[in-house]
Each structure stands twice: as C-alpha cells, then as structure tokens.
C-alpha cells in the first residue's frame, strides 16, 4: 500500500512539474514527450489532484484555467486508453447519460446546423445574419453548463475537490462569452463572425472532451448512490439542453429511502427542504428583503411581519394575533375580505395593487400560500417602493468596475 502512494504522490508531483514547464512556456509537443516516456497512463483523478495541489500552493485559478486547454492536449490520449465509458452512462436517465447525451446533441448541431452554414458564409454565398438562429439555438448550453455548475460542482466540493470546478466554470464562462460575442458580431455584419465563432465551437468541443474524460469519471469515482440520485431528482429544477426530459432515475439502494437530506446540518436549526437556517438566520434574513412581508394565517389573523429598516406601511407587534379585517380601514375591508374569499376557494391565487405614495410608488402584492396537497395556508402581502427599480437604466453587471 505505502508503495501505491508514493508512486501515486511521484505521479502527482510529475504531472505539476509539467504543468509547470508550460506554464513558463515550454511547448505542448516538448512537454508530451516527457510525460510520454514518464507514464503509461493517467487517472482523471490524479489530474484533479495535481490541480488541486497547484492551486493550494498558490498558483491562481486564472493560471490553472489558462493551461487547461494546453494540459488537455497533453494528457487527451492518456486519458481516452484508461476511460472506457462507464456501464453508468449508459444507463438512460443517470445524470452522465444525460450528460453525454446532450453532448452528441451540442456536437450534431455544431456539425449538421452551423458549421455548414459557416462554410457559405466563409465563401461569400451567405449573409452572416443567416448564422443567427442557430448560434442562438447553440446559446442553450447554458442550461448544460449550469446543471454542471450549480449540480454537479457543490457534490464533488462536499468531497473536499475544488480546483477542478473552478477551472472548468472559469472556462465554461469563457464559451458563454464568445457564443455571445459570435452573435452580435453576425448580427451586425461583421467580418470578424467567422473567426470568432469557429473559435467557440472548437472550445465548446474541447470542453466536450474535459467533461466526458476528466469530469464525469472524477464523479463516477467519487459520488455515491444516494448523491447521484439527488443530482438526477434536481436536475429538472435547471433543465436540458437541446434534448427531451430524460426519464427518472433511482439508484435501487436509495429507491426505498427517503430523499437525501440537505449536505450540512446543525442542531437547533429550521430545517427546510432547500437547507436549514437559525432562527437569528432566518430573522435577519427575512428582515434584510428588500421589501416589507407579512403573513395572515388560514384563521385569517396576523402571524408575523418582516422588520425591515425601511418601512413602507407602519407595522407594531400589536397586531401579532389580530384579525386582518380590523388591521384596516373600514372603507376598505370588504376588498381584503374579497381577496381571501378568492384564495381560500383557489379562484385566485395573486391579486396586485399600486399608488403613489409622495415619492413613493407603492407596489402591493397579496399571493396565496398553498401547502405541496395545495391546501390554504394563508396570505402573503409583499410590499415595495418600486420608483428606485424604475429609474434604473443600461447595464451592471456583477464583474463590471465599480
């Protein structure tokens, strides 16, 4: 056992060293010779170690996803000797077999839609308008990127991997950009479509191969039933790209099992189905919204109200217990009483009120809250000065300079 490691840990310590010599600019064909007379193959997770380890030591994510293009090419041959396709991905259902599907869709639309119309574009016979509708098709790999980082990253981060998902959400970010820029550019007409679309489709089929040869072994060698169960149980919540809905999938250990519970927990917490919160959490949080909430329960009396630091309608603990029909003007009740008549018998489950209050436009909006068996739990009034959210204008972005 002490010898697997130490050639494990030799390994590893090799495979940085080569990331290393690129790094300070060693060319691809130098750098595979080496690591072809130093190995006779490499396991996806030893790459993910070797990652992870850089960035430990300092190296930025930035630098590691600068070279992840040059490693991938590096090991690539490596890589497809060692990893068969797994018995899981061909199961219909499991979230890699949803996975790899979507890449042969994402693969026959670059190489059946696109890059025909590319071509003819290239030879002057097209406007690159023409490229429009299927760029903006291909623009739904979003959803597939997302279902990756939203899903598939936070399983392998509770196994304490990291560096790889950084890497790749750095990259996959990188594609959504120059989709992006692709169609703008054909929109306008420019001479530079060519180029800068040709560039995404051959990141996005890189990407291709770092998902189906690093990625989702790295999972199958890590998650247990039970969390791919969960991944496919959620994935819905995200969606599909470019295929129709999968059929359900269950690991036959966790078919007869309750639903995973959340990652973490702690003791005296609210637990929730999407996590858990202190009840110091959950107050504070309730009360930093943006807007002011309060709950009128199935007896129609008052049962809380946020305390937010801007109030839009005076609120005191008083009314805790109160019957909602007395917390408001007589002239006015038979409208409230009108509203909870039609939620209560599901004729209504929204109802929306606005006025102007001095420099305040008032956005007042009573919903109907219902149970999973769709069973009245009460009202909900969300209330809001909507004027700053009018005034705004153009773009910020969350990586635009302050």
Known sequence: MSQEINNRERRKEAIKSMLRLLHEGKTVEEVQGIFKEAFDGVAASEISAAEQALISEGLPVS??????????????????????PSDASKIPGHPTHTLKAENAAITTHMDERIRPLLRRVLEGKLATQALLPEVGALLAIDLHYSRKENLLFPYLEQHGITAPPKVMWGVDDEIRSLLKEAAKLAAAGSAETGA???????????????????????????LSAEEWSGVARESGEIGYCMIETPPVWQAKAAASQAPAAPFVSVSNAVQLPSGFLSVPELSSLLDTLPVDITFVGADDTVHYFSQGSERV????????????????????????????????SGKKDHEDFWLKLGDKFVYIRYFAVRDESNQYLGVLEVTQDIAPIQAIEGEKRLVSPV
Do not use: W, Y
């Open 196 to 222: 800068k679309l040709a560039e995404a489709l051959t990141r996005v089929e890189e990407m291709i191969f770092k998902e189906e040869n690093i990625l989702i072994p790295m999972m199958l060698e890590t």
């Open 313 to 344: 309608f005076p609120r005191t603990k008083a009314i805790i217990g109160r019957n909602v029909a007395n917390c408001h003007p007589p002239a006015s009740v038979h409208i409230v009483e009108g509203i909870i008549s039609d939620f209560k």
């Open 63 to 84: 630098e590691v996803q600068r070279l992840c293009d040059v490693h991938s090419a590096v090991f690539k041959g490596s890589i497809e000797e060692i990893h068969a």
